[in-house]
């Protein structure tokens, strides 16, 4: 199907452990984002991508990683899952003026 | 990129015009007015988006002041699916501006 998919899109962990939340997109979009959207919040940038193996931070980085091999795929890791990591995740692609978002993943952390 | 402010919530009678305001005050001569819309936990939807002129699409008409330091949402004829959090960003564009969000307006379309 055409468009912005994440998965999963439900994922409770524990503290500690590794997550990674998966973000694919079948638009050759060259921008992709990540968000994470905390209860009563607006959403907050975490990391982006200009092109395949290009990533820079956003607002919110810490205690998570990204890598970008391929256009359509932007994986986000937790590499050690906190409490305060609990938060629903949205995936954003561009490629021009409007940015598109995916479902969300909600992530619980226990 | 400029910050902008809305109110936190308003009511709209469906079927009425929902105008949304918002200030950019400091927006920069090079940052477009962008509105989105997120319903209930869904992903955030564009809406519309603007430098100078006033934009209109199916969807929504966005009036931007000719001083830029505010603009206006409309939604011509509001109906229940229309009840979501509208937000106001001012960005550098698409592809070269990250999307700040702020709290937004929590529009309550009612019968």
């Known amino acids: 199907d055409a468009g912005i998919t994440q998965s999963p899109r439900y994922k409770i962990t524990e503290t500690g452990r590794q997550v990674t939340l998966m973000c694919h997109q079948t638009?050759?979009?060259?921008?992709m984002f990540w968000y994470r959207q905390d209860l009563g919040h607006g959403l907050r940038l975490i990391y982006y991508?200009?092109?395949?193996?290009?990533?820079d931070k956003g607002e919110v980085p810490d205690g998570y990683v990204v890598s970008r091999s391929k256009t359509e795929n932007f994986p986000l890791t937790l590499e050690s899952a906190t409490r305060s990591q609990t938060s629903v995740y949205f995936c954003?692609?561009?490629?021009?003026?409007?940015?598109?978002f995916g479902p969300g993943t909600r992530l619980t952390v226990l | 990129d400029a910050k902008t402010t809305q109110p936190p919530s308003m009511d709209c009678a469906e079927g009425r015009a929902a105008n949304l305001p918002c200030n950019h005050s400091?927006?920069?001569?090079?940052?477009?007015v962008y509105w989105y819309r997120q319903i209930h936990s869904q992903g955030p939807q564009y809406i519309i988006h603007?430098?100078?002129n006033n934009e209109t699409n199916e969807m929504a008409s966005l009036i931007i002041t000719e001083d830029r330091k505010s603009s206006t949402l409309i939604l011509p004829h509001a109906t229940l699916r229309d009840t979501a959090v509208y937000y106001c960003i001012v960005s550098r564009g698409g592809s070269q501006g990250n999307l700040i969000f702020g709290k937004g307006t929590k529009l309550s379309v009612k019968p």
């Open positions: 603007g430098l100078k």
């Open positions: 400091t927006i920069s001569g090079n940052e477009y």
């Open positions: 991508s200009a092109a395949a193996d290009i990533t």
């Open positions: 638009w050759s979009h060259s921008y």
């Open positions: 954003a692609s561009t490629g021009s003026n409007e940015q598109f």
